[in-house]
């Protein structure tokens, strides 16, 4: 790569500067869903100018990496605390010790924290830094390349670093990757095209000399042309890319380092139900404000039957186990009324997070909102929230949602079941097979289907919630259990069994069928403000998918009132065949409660995974510091170089810039080997340097420093230009025919820096000496060490 040496013209900074800005604002958007809303922007936005604003004013200065790197840091230590820690500094701009310290340690933790921080991420918690660190250093490689170099497509280079690391660093959902892509390419083929057409040296003859505005015609013409092939490529591209997207999420950083969350390692609520009936009959478990007559609060959708128990499944396009965090705007297209509900929780303590409807937001409030906030998911497809730290009495929260509208089967007289792949049933008892198509045999349509498996259930059975004073009716809905249900001589039980019946039922006439665990109030108390939920008020139904309509309610448990006489009643006129069943398997007690995941191994997990990547961090920055302590010398020695250039190139006169100029020349040549006698005049100079280095060019240039330093008038300030020009040249041709490690030790070197003073002398002195030293010492090794010289002598 080689620098561009002319001049940079305004429309030239203008173009750059656009283009890097376009380009890098595709990372900028890239970091939306990882902080799902604007909040991110000032800091992303500010570092992107920041950065700019640095490389456009070093290339207009000349400055070299050393103090653009300095700008660098320094911008990210002023300007930090107010665009990513606001909420750490004094009227949210001047920074405190705080905050520089947060900036100082963020530079290495901030990315740790970010990645095992559950999305959206939250401003407060200071994840601000890692899009304003990113974008800061791309923005001013971007735009530091871009004005410095010929060639602008290396520019190209950290503004896609900055898109990867955005993607990798975010969240397996993308922004708007299509947009996204589509600009950066049109971007950067417009970019490098413009470019390419401006670029003087591209003509042999320049058509502008001869016609100008013939020129300007052809000019605008290309780039018509250009922007045309470019408008038809991207919307091929985009036309093709919706096709040929593929379904499978993208795997970010954030996957392997906090893996996705896993509904497998909670148990199904259902197992649950007749404890929390029995434990808390008339406690309030939580209370409700603004539920509308007739709406339902639920807990949980479950829609996976593996013979023991009905769970929330983690499979399948339609299953209920897709949850994602928490995010603003969920449920877009949701139907129905609107409705905010407002709940306090009492008794109730579970994972499962009573809502209503679609949710739109769920917003927690009180002293656990922000870590309830990050440990609850949601599930648009189920109307399902699960929180990984279970709730607690206190903790309030505030509900938007859409509540469906209540459908009777009159509206869906004419609809079809929904195309929803669920998941696959097993275990389950043979005799329901034949009972689902007995029952339904007579129905024409596939709401007579599942109203009829509704009367059956609710008007052929009796209501027993097992309890004390009650009909026995053991919990559970194992196949097992349901069996003994459909095939007794009279069906006794709660929700539970006959919810978990009806779906395996429907299931077997392949209906959409989920089973939903809930509240509701009584008819009673329907119309009150508020609801407070019990024991008593806790229920199972069935949700069945019909096309258009979406997932329909069913209560095929029969009425609370409707129970047995006493235990032996008269068996059912018509009792169903019963298949002999195999032995069930050992169950756990149906009282204990459902059993929760070990908070201490999950602790200990987390503490293991936290200490294994706090282990790498510290690692690696005990091994940055050791890196930069190593290399702070050479360090050192660069900025002494760069500032004696700057004081030569800017002294006063304009003779002593180019004195300065053939002073620097000798120094880098001095720095290559070349020995330069003290005192010596520039003449002596030159020819010691051409001796040393084969550079005839330097003879000359010694002639024209001594014309113009010795003159009769002052050298004026385009003539220092031209002879800096031509010592930055020299020295350039220095470097590229000297080696890598030629090179290398060149920067290194201190000869130049100490060449004048009594060390430099010394240190020469000890050299000579070395030298003749060596030059004398073989003669003498190989006439003593002659075995035959020594054999003759005797």
Do not use: C
């Amino acid at each position: 790569m080689t620098a561009a040496t002319t001049p940079i013209s305004p429309r030239r900074y203008l173009i750059d500067l656009t283009a890097s800005a376009l380009l890098l604002g595709v990372a900028v958007v890239g970091f939306w869903p990882t902080f799902a809303s604007s909040s991110y922007l000032p800091a992303a936005v500010g570092a992107v100018i920041l950065g700019l604003g640095i490389a456009a004013v070093s290339a207009w200065r000349r400055w070299g990496i050393l103090i653009i790197a300095g700008l660098t840091i320094a911008a990210y230590f002023v300007f930090g605390g107010a665009l990513a820690l606001p909420f750490t500094t004094i009227a949210g701009f001047i920074p405190t010790v705080d905050t520089l310290q947060r900036l100082a340690v963020g530079t290495i933790t901030s990315w740790k924290q970010l990645l095992t921080t559950v999305a959206p991420v939250a401003v407060s918690d200071g994840h601000l830094l890692v899009p304003f660190l990113l974008l800061l250093t791309a923005s001013v490689l971007t735009g530091s390349l871009a004005l410095r170099l010929k060639h602008a497509g290396w520019a190209l280079i950290p503004a896609g670093a900055a898109v990867m690391f955005g993607i990798a660093l975010g969240v397996p959902s993308p922004a708007a990757p299509l947009v996204q892509g589509a600009v950066f390419a049109l971007v950067s083929v417009g970019w490098l095209s413009l470019r390419q057409i401006w670029a003087p040296q591209n003509a042999a003859v320049s058509v502008g000399e001869v016609d100008p505005t013939r020129a300007a015609h052809m000019r605008w013409r290309r780039i018509g042309a250009g922007a045309a092939v470019l408008v038809v490529a991207t919307g091929a591209g985009v036309a093709t890319s919706a096709v040929a997207e593929p379904a499978a999420p993208r795997h970010v950083f954030r996957d392997t380092i906090i893996p996705p969350f896993n509904i497998r390692e909670y148990p199904s609520p259902l197992q649950s139900h007749r404890k929390i009936v029995r434990d808390h009959l008339e406690d309030t478990l939580f209370t409700v404000k603004g539920l509308p007559e007739g709406s339902r609060v639920r807990l949980a959708a479950m829609d996976d039957f593996n013979g023991q128990v009905y769970n929330v499944s983690d499979a399948g396009t339609g299953s209920s186990g897709a949850f994602t965090p928490l995010r603003g705007n969920m449920s877009v297209d949701a139907e129905g009324a609107r409705a905010t509900l407002q709940l306090e929780i009492g008794e109730y303590e579970d994972v499962w997070i009573p809502i209503a409807g679609q949710v739109n937001e769920l917003d927690f409030t009180g002293g656990r909102a922000e870590e309830l906030r990050r440990a609850t998911y949601y599930n648009e497809a189920s109307a399902t929230a699960i929180s990984t730290v279970p709730l607690t009495e206190g903790d309030t929260y505030t509900i938007e949602t859409t509540l469906p509208a209540e459908r009777k089967d009159e509206d869906l007289a004419e609809a079809e079941f929904g195309e929803i792949s669920m998941p696959k049933q097993s275990n389950v008892p043979e005799e329901l097979t034949t009972l689902a198509a007995e029952t339904t045999e007579d129905a024409e349509t596939p709401i007579e289907k599942v109203a009829a498996l509704e009367t059956f259930l609710a008007e052929g059975g009796f209501f027993s919630h097992g309890l004390e004073g009650e009909v026995i009716s053991r919990a559970g809905h194992t196949s097992e259990r349901i069996s003994t249900l459909i095939g007794g001589d009279q069906m006794i039980g709660d929700d539970e069994q006959y919810a978990v019946a009806m779906a395996l039922l429907a299931r077997e006439l392949d209906i959409p069928a989920r089973v939903v665990m809930g509240f509701y109030p009584d008819e009673e108390d329907a119309a009150s403000a508020t609801f407070a939920a019990s024991g008593d008020d806790l229920h199972a139904w069935v949700e069945v998918n019909f096309a258009g309509h979406g997932w329909v309610a069913f209560d095929p448990t029969p009425p609370e009132d409707k129970v047995p006489n006493d235990q032996n009643t008269k068996p059912r006129a018509d009792p169903k065949p019963q298949v002999l069943q195999p032995p069930p398997p050992p169950q756990e007690p149906v009282d204990l409660p459902p059993t929760l995941p070990d908070d201490r191994e999950a602790e200990e997990d987390d503490f293991n995974l936290a200490g294994l990547i706090g282990t790498i961090l510290a690692i690696g920055g005990i091994s940055l510091g050791i890196i930069a302590l190593l290399a702070s010398p050479f360090i050192v020695i660069g900025a002494w170089k760069a500032a004696r250039r700057r004081a030569r190139r800017a002294a006063e006169r304009t003779a002593d810039r180019i004195s300065g100029g053939w002073d620097e020349l000798t120094d880098r040549a001095v720095d290559y080997g070349a020995r330069i006698t003290p005192g010596a005049t520039r003449a002596e100079e030159a020819g010691q340097v051409v001796e040393a280095l084969t550079v005839p060019a330097v003879t000359v240039l010694a002639q024209r420093a001594d014309a113009e330093v010795f003159g009769p008038t002052e050298p004026t300030p385009e003539q220092v230009d031209a002879f800096w020009a031509e010592v930055d040249g020299i020295v350039g041709g220095l470097s590229r025919d000297a080696g890598f490690f030629t090179r290398l030790k060149a920067r290194l070197s201190l000869r130049s820096l100490l060449k004048d003073s009594s060390l430099a002398e010394r240190f020469q002195g000890l050299k000579d000496a070395a030298t003749a030293r060596v030059r004398r010492e073989p003669g003498t090794i190989d006439k003593n060490s002659s075995p035959t010289s020594e054999s003759e002598s005797a």
